[in-house]
């Protein structure tokens, strides 16, 4: 096996870059690496959510009602994320991201949020799916056929 030398370097001496490794037969060349995979280190976005049917709206994910829920009870209480946050015992920062809907929580988690908002387990889950069993609110149709319908009809 052939050993690899580097001439011995006088105190006032600073390296400026290190010297290049040699391969030697007993190495191994490095592991190849994978890119990361964007699906598994960041929730569903609405362009990775997968694809409706045409005319039909996309449903709402229970982690969005949920921040929805939670934010809500949050600022019916008049509290900042800070103040329910320390009492919940999380950061403010993953609070944000629950009720951004970007976090999926642990029940642990949505649990000691609920404490913190003085609501149970059991009253958050219900009004999350309350939220998603109410049906979608209709917007108008927009576009210049519709604005013509509309002056049509005024």
């Not at 890119?35 to 960041?42: F, G, K, L």
């Not at 329910?84 to 015992?89: K, L, V």
């Not at 920062?93 to 976090?103: D, I, P």
């Amino acid at each position: 096996m052939a050993e690899i030398t580097r001439p011995l370097m006088t105190a006032d001496e600073t390296p400026h870059e290190p010297a290049p490794r040699q391969a030697t037969a007993t190495q191994e060349p490095p592991a190849p690496t994978r890119p990361a995979d964007p699906t598994r280190t960041r929730p569903p976005t609405e362009e990775t959510r997968p694809p409706t049917a045409p005319g039909q709206a996309a449903e709402p994910l229970w982690r969005d009602a949920l921040g929805h829920c939670l934010r809500r009870l949050r600022l019916e209480r008049g509290e900042t994320l800070v103040e329910t946050s320390r009492r919940a015992g999380v950061s403010p920062q993953y609070l944000s991201e629950m009720e951004r809907g970007v976090k999926e929580p642990s029940s642990e988690m949505i649990a000691a949020v609920a404490g913190a908002l003085d609501t149970t387990l059991g009253d958050l889950t219900l009004a999350v799916a309350t939220t998603l069993l109410a049906p979608p609110a209709r917007t108008a149709p927009a576009g210049v056929t519709c604005q013509a319908a509309y002056a049509l009809a005024a």
